[in-house]
């Protein structure tokens, strides 16, 4: 079995349309959140939130459409150890710009943990190259997570992630596969997690099942991945997300 292991940093300048409000997520520090907490809330380039301000509880099944603050939404990162800025959102869109190769970036959603779930994202490439772009279920900060990446080339891949140290992470592969419904510069893709299942779809499309009993995650919480490899630097982007139940 092949264990990947990467350390610390990854992710995000920024390049786009000069005129555009930015916000940015915060990053999580290595401190545990209290369950179904939201870990963090976002701040802008031209104000911050009041020290006194109370959010709602956050959404369970929602869809993220990413026109404003994402109060809910915060930032981890694992990789090769330079220092990076957190994703942002411009123009409708969080956007990844990471600089370096062998960076690993996540956005995870702080809201409540979700047992069986679906969670669909739209993603754009913007500079094309051999980066990967997912979806993350089951996310507990110590007991791991289940991650779907999709490739560039046109292959996918299934993997349990799980933290080693803050910044540090193992990578497991469960299953990799090609799919023609893989587009070079824009995708929807969908992972469900539900029982022991893993279901990725692209564009609609059910791809392989996965049959997952060796980790066992039962609950935990949602988000996004992007990763870098060799062709940096590289702009990805997220147009949507939808997390539903069965």
């Given amino acids: 079995m092949l264990v990947l292991c990467c350390t610390a940093a990854c992710a995000p300048g920024a390049t786009q349309a000069a005129a555009t409000a930015t916000h ?3 990053t999580d520090t290595a401190t545990p959140a209290p369950p179904d907490t939201p870990s963090g809330t976002a701040t802008s380039t031209t104000s911050s ?3 006194t301000q109370t959010l709602p509880p956050a959404p369970r099944v929602f869809t993220e459409t990413f026109d404003g603050p994402v109060p809910y939404w915060t930032f981890r990162q694992a990789g090769n150890g330079q220092a990076v800025a957190a994703p942002a959102i411009r123009d409708g869109f969080l956007v990844f710009d990471l600089l370096a190769p062998n960076q690993w970036v996540y956005a995870l959603y702080g809201g409540p943990d979700y047992g069986d779930v679906t969670v669909e994202a739209r ?3 913007r500079t094309g190259g051999d980066e990967a772009a997912g979806i993350v279920c089951r996310y507990d900060r110590n007991a791991g997570w289940y991650e779907l ?3 560039a080339d046109g292959t996918y891949q299934l993997l349990f992630g799980q933290w080693l140290a803050d910044g540090v992470a193992r990578y497991v592969p469960l299953y990799r596969g090609e799919a023609d419904a893989i587009q070079g510069d824009e995708n929807t893709v969908g992972l469900e997690c539900q029982g022991d299942t893993l279901t990725p779809f692209i564009n609609g499309g059910q791809l392989r099942k996965w049959e997952e009993a ?3 995650l039962r609950r935990g919480k949602v988000g996004l991945s992007v990763s870098a490899f060799a062709g940096v630097p590289l702009t990805v982007a997220f147009d949507s997300v ?3 139940e069965p």
Avoid: H, I, M, Y
């Fill in 123 to 125: 993603v754009q490439s």
């Fill in 214 to 216: 060796k980790f066992g």
């Fill in 24 to 26: 940015s997520l915060v």
């Fill in 49 to 51: 939130p009041s020290a």
């Fill in 149 to 151: 990446n999709v490739f």
């Fill in 242 to 244: 939808k997390v539903s």
